[in-house]
């Protein structure tokens, strides 16, 4: 298994931006794709994230399998949808209808697909710029980024230690679960899913124990290199806001109210086709 | 007149989470321009010493103290930890978890960050640092990425970039190939001759620390200064092994030749010492004729024929390697960090899968085998046991394996037994795990192994930073579970005196593949092997070159005399 969701060092126009632009975007993005359930806009948002993507050179393996991980979890989400409320789409659309139907009270509406469909449009808008983000965001300049909206330098150097960590983490957690694995304990498919869960938890133990142990070195080795000591500090990898970044902002900007001014155009968070 | 550079004056401390302090009254001064060797076992104080001086303990760890300590003539108390970092620089152990910064220029720039330098300056200061190191080419590469030798150039310039007088080196050797190591006290020397800096070198690999030499040796014991003199005066003491620290090779074997040893002869190390008055005893000793080895034939237990391994991206790590291990053998895997050792035992374990190539374990092919199966014939031991336990209580981590596995509780309970009386720890069954000693742990995760009644074990690392007292504790174990209990032993190693001690024949990887594969004394005498490896000579070896003797056979007549006791 490839280390999943850190950091890859490409050269794209992505890449050279700076680490707080692409955190104010990504925020903006999320906030518009959650708000809108206007199909219309989904669509635009949802080419721009691949455009974008295809522009910051990650290779599409890196995230296969995380997209992978996230369609099964919409699929579950899409029939829980189904089972619970059967009737959202119809109430939303105040229109019916009838494709076909399971049993009295278990009926598939064109609305309810719609719904349903849009949805899951949502987490394919905001996921592929959240994994953006993550991969093209070198940790320490996020820190610095962070610093310079004016959050703490000690709550910024700690998030971006959480993220510098993440594929130490999972090479731990790898080779501990191998360890384990070679004591007997099955985590292959082959077990039940109960079992495996419970199994999981053994890795878990040790793996926090890892996990706390290079903290203490990290933090003496931070504390005897003077980190704490002013309050403020200076970033060796501090990169400039550029042109660049204010074009990207004003374009993140422009597109956020395009999308939010043509949802609500009409008094409606949702697009009818059905009306 | 010399100036004091560290100065304790009836120093105690005990930290607030223990009953008893872990210095007891420490009067002693260090001068400015020394170079110290701070030696002592494990939990002997040595690092709580160290501490003291960079200023994590009291400000980090918290304690009482008692007595004073001045450091370039202030009161340690006062400066605090960060007034204490201008005087003081230190380099951590194992230097890869202590980079902090994500490319080279900004791990050094690190503490210049934190003093608010600004950015123009601190890229110039950090250029300076990086060249006094010559590591000025490398600003924008990785730290993780570098090698052994390099990164420890990395960590010597992001502490030198403050320009602090006193360097002060925490087990610098610990997680380092013999050759790498020897490299880091060349560099430590060779820095401190340039800039006069004082250097305290906290290690109990004496040996190697005294490559270079040292002008004075601090020996602690629980919390005690037990000696204070210079190296030679030590060494010729003959008190180190009472205190837990390995006598250097050389010296073992001049004592096991009879020689009288004294400290006139310049004993640091074996390129200054003076060997005139000794030459003729160890000569008798050494050209004593070997014991016949009855090299018993027992037959193969394990085959591995042709394995190649790729890695994701494409890069060969395995390349066509074809070993055979006999039954009750105990070997060992050396080779520099990234020539494939451990890559090699995860393909046996079957934690990867090779791309081509068969592992043919009692003449059945096990190569399709998954973790699990394979965990039947083959147990595999992580360096660090606080990384494989995950149940509070022994018998439940022993009694893990054979759970899982569905085992009637009748059966669990007989074997977990038996296994803890091999292991030396039915006393403690019924103990939390978190109670045991670093040793015992490792002993509870090779029970909780053995339990599943493997043929052979693997091992890695089995005793890394581990002091002598705790490695023989290990080893010795590890001997009677091969020898009473028949089981093959293979272990992955840097600790050359761990190879030369205990195990009849070792296999070397380089770069992917099989360089050698010969008895330990055979591979220790191969210049070309030693060097392809980043093994170092012994200071047997030099000692034969001195004597005008063959490597191999004074190794192996050490070899002889450490396993038989057989002192003249």
Redesign the interface.
């Known amino acids: 298994m490839?280390r999943l969701l850190s950091y890859i060092k490409e050269d794209s126009p992505l890449h050279r931006l700076n680490g707080a632009t692409k955190l104010v975007i990504f925020l903006l993005w999320s906030f518009t794709g959650m708000i809108t359930f206007d199909a219309r806009a989904l669509i635009v948002m949802l080419l721009t994230g691949i455009i974008i993507f295809r522009v910051s050179r990650i290779p599409f393996r890196e995230v296969s399998f995380v997209l992978a991980f996230i369609s099964a979890f919409l699929l579950l989400n899409f029939i829980t949808i189904y089972l619970f409320s059967p009737e959202e789409g119809v109430r939303i659309y105040g229109t019916r209808h009838l494709l076909f139907s399971f049993s009295q009270h278990y009926t598939v509406t064109a609305e309810q697909l719609f719904y349903e469909l849009t949805v899951i449009m949502k987490y394919y808008t905001v996921v592929p710029v959240a994994l953006l983000f993550v991969l093209t965001t070198?940790?320490?300049e996020f820190a610095a980024s962070l610093n310079r909206l004016h959050v703490s330098y000690k709550v910024s150097y700690a998030v971006a230690l959480a993220l510098?960590y993440i594929p130490d983490i999972q090479t731990?957690f790898v080779?501990?679960s191998?360890?384990?694995?070679?004591?007997?304990?099955?985590m292959?498919r082959k077990a039940k899913p109960w079992t495996r869960l419970g199994?999981m938890?053994?890795?878990?133990?040790?793996l926090i124990?890892?996990s706390l142990?290079?903290i203490t070195?990290?933090s003496?080795?931070?504390?005897?290199?003077?980190?704490?000591?002013?309050k403020?500090?200076?970033?060796?990898?501090?990169r400039p806001f550029g042109r660049n970044d204010a074009a990207a902002l004003i374009m993140a900007v422009l597109l956020s109210c395009a999308v939010l001014v043509f949802t609500f155009y009409d008094g409606t968070r949702y697009f009818n086709p059905f009306g | 007149m010399k100036k004091a550079a560290v100065c304790f004056k009836n120093f105690s401390f005990r930290y607030n989470s223990q009953v008893e302090p872990t210095l007891h009254d420490i009067s002693l001064t260090i001068y400015q321009g020394e170079k110290i060797l701070v030696i002592g076992p494990s939990g002997s104080g040595k690092s709580t010493f160290g501490s003291c001086i960079?200023?994590?303990v009291p400000f980090?760890y918290k304690g009482e103290i008692s007595g004073s300590l001045e450091i370039m003539g202030q009161d340690a108390s006062k400066l605090g930890?960060?007034g204490l970092?201008q005087y003081v620089g230190?380099v951590?152990q194992?230097s890869d978890?202590?980079f902090?910064?994500?490319?080279v220029?900004?791990d050094i720039?690190?503490?210049?960050?934190?003093?608010?330098?600004?950015?123009s300056i601190?890229?110039e200061r950090?250029l300076s640092s990086a060249a006094m190191v010559d590591m000025d080419k490398f600003l924008t590469s990785n730290p993780h990425e570098l090698s052994g030798g390099q990164k420890q150039r990395v960590s010597l310039a992001?502490?030198m970039v403050d320009d602090v007088d006193i360097l002060l080196f925490d087990e610098p050797l610990a997680n380092l190939d013999p050759a790498t190591g020897k490299y880091a006290i060349e560099l430590i020397d060779e820095l401190q001759k340039q800039s006069g800096k004082t250097v305290i070198i906290i290690e109990h690999r004496m040996e190697d620390a005294l490559h270079r030499g040292a002008d004075r040796v601090i020996l602690f014991d629980e919390g005690y200064v037990a000696a204070d003199m210079p190296p030679s005066e030590l060494l010729a003491s003959g008190i180190l092994e009472e205190y837990g620290i390995r006598d250097p090779l050389f010296i073992s074997a001049l004592r096991k030749a009879g020689c009288s040893i004294d400290a006139a002869d310049n004993l640091q190390n074996i390129e200054t010492l003076h060997l005139e008055s000794y030459k003729e005893k160890l000569l008798a000793w050494a050209t004593q004729a070997d014991k016949e080895h009855s090299r018993s034939d027992a037959g193969t237990l394990l085959e591995v024929k042709g394995l190649e391994f790729r890695y994701?991206t494409g890069m060969r790590a395995i390349k066509d390697v074809t070993l055979e291990v006999k039954r009750g053998e105990m070997l060992a895997v050396v080779g520099k960090n990234g020539a494939g050792k451990s890559t090699l035992s995860?393909l046996i374990?079957?934690?990867e899968k090779p791309d081509s190539g068969r592992i043919v374990f009692e003449g059945t092919d096990i190569t399709g085998d998954?973790?699990?199966e394979?965990?039947?014939r083959?147990?595999?031991?992580?360096q660090?046991p606080?990384?494989?336990?995950?149940?509070t209580m022994i018998f439940d981590e022993v009694a893990?394996?054979?759970k899982?596995?569905k085992t009637p509780e009748e059966e669990i309970k007989e074997r977990v037994g038996k296994t803890l009386r091999i292991c030396g720890l039915h006393p403690f069954r019924n103990w939390p795990v978190a109670a045991l000693s670093y040793g015992q742990k490792k002993r509870v995760t090779i029970a909780?192994?053995l339990v599943?009644e493997p043929r052979m074990l693997i091992l890695d690392e089995p005793t890394a930073g581990q002091d002598y007292r705790h490695y023989t504790e290990i080893m010795e174990f590890l001997k009677k579970l091969n020898r009473e209990n028949g089981i093959t032993i293979m272990m992955i190693t840097h600790d050359m005196h761990l190879a030369l001690e205990y195990t009849d024949r070792a296999i070397v990887m380089a770069d992917g593949f099989k360089i050698a594969d010969s008895t330990t004394a055979a591979i220790f005498s191969d210049e070309k092997v030693i060097a392809a490896a980043n093994l170092k000579k012994t200071s047997l070896y030099d000692l034969a070159v001195r004597l005008g003797l063959s490597p191999e056979k004074v190794i192996n007549r050490f070899i002889e005399a450490e396993k038989g006791g057989g002192c003249i």
């Open positions: 490839s070198d940790p320490s510098r731990d080779n501990i191998h360890a384990q694995q070679a004591r007997g304990i099955d292959s199994n938890l053994s890795i878990l133990m040790p124990f890892t142990d290079r070195v990290i003496n080795a931070m504390e005897l290199r003077n980190f704490g000591k002013k403020k500090r200076t970033w060796y990898s501090d | 960079n200023g994590l980090s930890i960060f970092s230190t951590l194992d978890s202590q902090i910064g994500l490319t220029g900004e720039a690190f503490s210049l960050e934190n003093e608010c330098v600004e950015n601190m890229k950090v992001g502490v994701q995860k374990c079957g934690m998954t973790i699990r394979r965990s039947l083959i147990g595999f031991a992580m660090n606080n990384h494989m336990i995950s149940k893990l394996g054979l899982a596995r909780s192994i599943l």
